[in-house]
């Protein structure tokens, strides 16, 4: 059984981190280039981290499976970054950001790692402004903000609709100067493929060259991963199509314990799935419900009508009618749900009858359409592009979908996994957002990891290794990792089937979304159970990947993390169905109020659950690492 110390310092809960900081060991400026540290990924998370190591004197080889770090994902988060800056001087604080995101996750996060983001957000603008992020501003200069879910104050810092965009462009000027430096390694399209263990510590990776096929191994003294989210599992989601969860799953089955699988949040303003042979979903962001309203009609007869020809006495604003504190701005898990209400009922409209209307006339009649362009000028752009639909002259239509994983590998404080050597930033871990992410959360966990909680914590761990003493590539560690990588590549190959890996990926998407969406029962869980490894067993014997192993192929990458993917959607749906309460994104039907709102178990299931490989063909272990407020009062989670 793996050992979960979560290592959280003792005093009260706003001297945490200073003392922590104040007592953790540190290196010797002349030992840092002594020691090595291998990034994985270059969004938010992976660049601020590289690029932060390396100013402090850290050897840094950084590892990309993009062409460039301009590619990853964090440049498709559109809507903002939270901060506690209380600069609309509206009520906000350190400890109400706090709050809003303990309570956001349905209490399900851990205390001190959520007000330690809380009291770094403050950095993470100035950070950002002094590496020229064109934030918003209001006309006097000053910054602007905005609202988004689960909050009641404005805190949300944007560039338009292209913050992510902004923010990783900033990460990538410091990580950039460290390149040019040569104090940063950047290897570009290199996928990686396993973890090397030595003696119990993450030493090192296997990565695939992308390029040619070639399996290349790198040594360090401590691996930090920051790869994202596995929401690609479900096929269908706002992810980019090369997001996957490859990295995380391999270093699971090296024993790092992979927590909380089923939190997967549903975005509820995503534009509606348009055809059989769609490949992603795109996100209308969050931020559009500032100003958007949404409804369906009141009639199902009305649903066929063209939105503009519906009255307004026939349209019903159900998140206003249900949630009438936080209206249109309800969380992302309460706001989706209330919309497959909407289509369970027979009132939602479009193609399937599967999505509910985002309606501006308001806005554009209070504001002007001019400044309604200002604010979201390139999500309408991008919403006509996709549906050829004018959205200043008609409303949006919007339906939930696959955004955001909430799960990830256990971590401790100081972002370590059970595994010594073996860090995990932004979304790849667990450790923040509990059981629903706000939106804008995101971005300010990745930086906040990256920039000002990592730099310190690394050096306690590396401390207690010698300086110079990282193994090198020809470790026997190494050699068996190879092999193994290598030995999955090869079976992939030879399997000669008669269908292609989307074929497969596309079924399991299916599964996982019918049977482990936005609503799980016990019957719909077991009989993924049943369904997953059936498809895994045709996966294997009827899969055709066409090409060489020894080459740039594509086929061989998507088929390498679909094969992870089918083990990672199993532990997905045994999560879901060992957690017998209803908690955020997590919503087991047999478990709810009169009302249809969540219904936890505190009693039995405050905890993280945190699952133990036992080797293939085994059954996972779940361990539970004890969820202890010492200064919040779970209660049950309203937004009426």
């Known amino acids: ?325 936080f209206g249109n701005l309800a969380p992302r898990d309460v706001s989706s749900r209330a919309a497959m209400r909407m289509c369970d009922e027979g009132r939602g409209v479009g193609p399937g009858k599967r999505g509910v209307y985002l309606d501006f006339a308001d806005a554009i009649n209070r504001l002007g359409e001019n400044t309604v362009r200002e604010r979201y000028g390139n999500l309408f752009d991008i919403y006509h592009e996709i549906t050829d639909e004018n959205a200043y002259k008609q409303p949006m239509r919007i339906y939930p979908a696959v955004h955001y994983t909430m799960g990830g590998l256990w971590v401790d404080y100081n972002l370590m996994s059970n595994i010594p050597g073996l860090f995990v930033l932004g979304e790849a871990n667990f450790s923040d957002h509990g059981a629903n992410r706000l939106g804008a959360s995101a971005l300010m966990q990745g930086l906040a990891d990256g920039y000002f909680v990592i730099p310190y914590t690394i050096g306690n761990y590396l401390a207690s290794q010698k300086p110079g003493s990282a193994p090198t590539p020809d470790n026997p560690a190494f050699a068996a990792a190879e092999n193994d990588a290598a030995g999955v590549l090869k079976r992939l190959m030879a399997i000669k089937g008669k269908e292609p890996v989307n074929h497969f990926h596309k079924r399991l998407g299916q599964i996982m979304w019918e049977n482990c969406g936005m609503a799980r029962t016990r019957a719909s869980l077991e009989k993924a159970l049943q369904l997953i490894p059936q498809l895994r067993e045709e996966y294997w014997q009827n899969l055709n990947v066409p090409g060489s192993a020894n080459d740039l192929n594509q086929a061989l990458e998507r088929a390498n993390r679909v094969a992870d993917y089918m083990e990672l959607a199993e532990l997905m749906c045994r999560d879901a169905l060992a957690r017998e309460e209803s908690c955020g994104c997590h919503f087991r039907e047999e478990y709810q109020y009169p009302d249809g709102e969540c219904k936890r178990n505190d009693d039995t299931y405050s905890h993280v659950a945190a699952w133990e490989y036992q080797g293939p063909d085994k059954l996972p272990l779940r361990n539970a690492e004890p969820l202890n407020y010492e200064e919040t009062k779970m209660s049950v989670r309203s937004y009426k």
């Open 1 to 325: 059984m793996a050992t979960l110390n979560s290592n959280i310092p003792a005093g009260p809960l706003a001297d945490k981190w200073r003392n922590h900081k104040a007592a953790i060991k540190l290196v010797n400026p002349a030992n840092k280039r002594k020691y090595h540290v291998i990034v994985v990924g270059a969004g938010l998370a992976g660049a601020s981290a590289a690029a932060t190591l390396s100013e402090l004197g850290y050897k840094v080889t950084n590892i990309v499976f993009h062409d460039s770090p301009r590619r990853a994902h964090s440049i498709a988060a559109q809507g903002g970054i939270n901060a506690a800056k209380n600069y609309q001087n509206d009520g906000d604080s350190v400890h109400r950001l706090f709050y809003d995101t303990i309570k956001g996750g349905d209490y399900r996060s851990r205390e001190a790692n959520v007000h330690r983001l809380a009291e770094v957000s403050v950095n993470i603008i100035d950070q950002c402004v002094a590496q020229g992020v064109p934030f918003a501003r209001e006309y006097g200069g000053l910054l602007a903000n905005r609202s988004f879910g689960g909050a009641q104050v404005s805190r949300t810092f944007y560039a338009r609709g292209q913050t992510g965009q902004q923010l990783l462009l900033g990460a990538y000027s410091a990580l950039s100067k460290q390149i040019g430096a040569k104090a940063v390694n950047l290897v570009t399209e290199h996928e990686v493929v396993d973890i090397v263990i030595v003696e119990g510590q993450a030493k090192g990776v296997i990565a695939r060259d992308l390029r040619t096929g070639a399996l290349k191994r790198f040594a360090g003294d401590a691996v930090v991963l920051a790869t994202g989210g596995y929401g690609n599992v479900f096929n269908l989601s706002t992810y980019a199509r090369n997001s996957n969860a490859t990295a995380s799953w391999r270093a699971y089955k090296r024993g790092a314990c992979f927590a909380n699988p089923c939190f997967t949040q549903i975005h509820p303003t995503c534009i509606p799935v348009s055809g059989d042979y769609q490949s992603k979903l795109t996100l209308m962001s969050e931020s559009l419900r500032n100003d958007g309203r949404i409804w369906v009609p009141k009639n199902a007869a009305d649903c066929e009508k063209h939105p503009n020809d519906i009255p307004e006495d026939a349209r019903d604003y159900y998140l206003e009618r249900i949630y009438p504190s």
